[in-house]
């Protein structure tokens, strides 16, 4: 792409999250998702075939729909209350239609179902992004109005993401639709919490940054779009495949990896909140998306693909080695002994 | 008067309709144009005078005539007609939408109604429609390049999204 407008599009990627997490007026809220929204849709069609447009066409309409139904229920509010803060949503509907625009925005079930074809339209990166900070700015909001919002359709929405990204998850064959899933499904358990104690939701989405980022970088180095792939790169990359590993169990909740740290702590905290049947529910959900977790972490370490030979791994190789990938997944792996520093910090 | 104004809300209602039931853009744009007429008369009706012409002469003058512009550039050979069964179907079911919400809406009272004008601004001694867009450039200066930012990034993203002629995938041309 132009160089000048990559930097014009990425400007205003930034210049959009920091907009909208920093703004108490609900128009400079909706501002800055607008540019998120416009910003990102030439990044998605970049590479310009028929599936990245028609990812970027989807990406558009959703994106648009749900910013239409945020001014709508902005402005029901402003005529009912006669003020624009974000923290005083205090009108039923206009706190419904704002739950609802989160939702699509986010990709919660039931507004989901554009989710894993729009990153499976766009590369890698943008997928990175599609996943991570393209979340940032409604989980913000979310977080804002949060004890304005329904508990119980938030509670729904939230055991039934977990659901869906499970359970859709385990017919893929294409990474990026299982980060999607994966993704749906960890948007879940931030839902579920965010009426109760919201600076786990946050938690849980630092984490979740953290360990997606780690998964994302180490397929774009191997460039595995899909699990054939993925099970030839040991022997190009045999160190980044088993950190790959530990990486998506980290994802999984595994103890003692960081990944187990939101899970534990939302339990925690759903349980004393009387919230038993939701917690067990929730987590049985989750162990759905451990079995696809482990089929990936299976293929890029464990299983000897049919068409290669026994070898060892090539005396030559041309992946660059990447310093972001190794912080991101020592820090993805690693953090869970430093739990109680975390939780003072959040 | 009063039905004056209903009717040209009943016609803001039908051209949102005609849009989202079109069967291709160039017949589409027939419900903007009825729309955006009567969201002017409306704003008149109200007193806010200046920016129902605003709008009038960016959106029906600006906007719509550089999309008249680009699809004579572009045109689809064979576009659908109006006699479509799309179009029944796709009318229909606004219709039932609007039908339902109207209906269970009512009884539930959601919506609270009231009309307020441009002139009750109480100490204001400038028009509310003439000193909100004064606003823009003292009080809401960022709001104002935020919006030109966009603007500026809106020529960008659709400049990429259609360079390539009919490689791009989104001309057809």
């Known amino acids: 792409m132009n160089p000048h407008a990559k930097l014009i599009f990425s400007v205003s990627l930034l210049l959009g999250t920091t907009i909208t997490i920093s703004s108490n007026h609900w128009v400079m809220a909706w501002t800055g998702l607008e540019l998120n929204t416009l910003a990102i849709i030439p990044l998605i069609a970049k590479s310009h075939h028929p599936r990245a447009i028609e990812a970027a066409i989807k990406y558009f309409l959703v994106q648009?729909?749900?910013?239409t139904l945020i001014l709508f229920s902005s402005t029901t509010n402003a005529w009912v209350t006669g003020q624009w803060d974000i923290t005083q949503l205090t009108h039923q509907t206009s706190s419904l239609l704002l739950t609802t625009a989160i939702a699509m925005k986010l990709g919660l079930t039931?507004?989901?179902f554009w989710f894993p074809e729009v990153l499976q339209g766009s590369s890698l990166m943008t997928a990175l992004l599609l996943s991570t900070m393209m979340k940032f700015p409604p989980l913000t909001i979310l977080f804002m109005t949060s004890h304005t919002l329904n508990p119980t359709l938030l509670t729904i929405m939230a055991i039934a993401s977990t659901a869906v990204g499970g359970w859709m998850g385990l017919n893929q064959t294409q990474t990026r639709k299982i980060l999607a899933f994966s993704s749906i499904s960890h948007l879940g358990w931030m839902t579920i919490i965010i009426i109760y104690s919201p600076k786990l939701t946050l938690l849980t989405f630092y984490l979740y940054i953290l360990m997606t980022s780690s998964v994302f970088l180490a397929l774009n180095t191997i460039k595995a779009l899909n699990l054939p792939t993925l099970m030839t790169t040991w022997t190009k990359t045999p160190m980044l495949n088993t950190t790959l590993l530990l990486a998506l169990l980290s994802l999984a909740g595994l103890p003692p990896l960081t990944g187990f740290l939101p899970k534990w702590l939302i339990i925690q905290e759903l349980t004393k909140q009387e919230m038993a049947t939701a917690t067990t529910i929730i987590a049985m959900l989750s162990l759905l998306g451990l079995f696809f977790y482990l089929r990936l972490a299976y293929y890029s370490t464990i299983t000897l693909p049919p068409n290669s030979t026994n070898h060892m791994k090539q005396w030559h190789v041309n992946s660059p080695t990447n310093t972001l990938t190794?912080?991101?997944t020592s820090?993805?792996?690693?953090?869970l002994p430093l739990?109680?520093?975390i939780l003072t910090i959040i | 008067m009063t039905y004056f104004m209903f009717f040209l809300g009943v016609c803001f209602v039908l051209g949102g309709l005609a849009v989202a039931s079109n069967p291709s853009p160039y017949y589409g744009v027939i419900g903007l144009v009825l729309g955006s007429v009567v969201g002017c008369g409306w704003l008149l009706s109200l007193g806010a005078s200046f920016v129902s012409l605003v709008l009038f002469m960016v959106y029906l003058g600006g906007m719509l005539v550089v999309f008249v512009y680009s699809v004579s550039l572009a045109a689809d050979p064979f576009p659908?007609?109006?006699?479509?069964w799309r179009v029944v179907g796709y009318g229909g079911g606004f219709l039932l939408v609007l039908v339902v919400g109207v209906t269970v809406g009512g009884p539930l009272e959601c919506w609270e109604l009231g009309a307020v004008t441009v002139d009750s601004g109480g100490v204001f001694s400038v028009r509310?429609?003439?000193?909100g867009v004064?606003?823009?450039?003292s009080y809401g200066v960022g709001m104002f390049l935020v919006a030109g930012w966009g603007l500026l990034l809106t020529l960008f993203v659709v400049l990429e999204l259609v360079r390539g002629l009919s490689r791009g995938a989104i001309r057809a041309v």
Do not use: E, R
């Not at chain 1, 648009?64 to 910013?67: K, L």
């Not at chain 2, 659908?80 to 479509?84: F, I, L, S, V, Y």
């Not at chain 2, 509310?128 to 000193?131: A, N, T, V």
């Not at chain 2, 004064?134 to 450039?137: H, L, Q, R």
């Open chain 1, 110 to 112: 039931p507004f989901h």
């Open chain 1, 339 to 341: 739990s109680p520093m």
């Open chain 1, 326 to 328: 190794a912080i991101l």
């Open chain 2, 80 to 84: 659908g007609a109006w006699g479509d």
């Open chain 2, 128 to 131: 509310l429609d003439f000193s």
């Open chain 1, 331 to 335: 820090l993805s792996t690693l953090l």
């Open chain 2, 134 to 137: 004064a606003m823009f450039y």
């Open chain 1, 64 to 67: 648009a729909a749900a910013s």
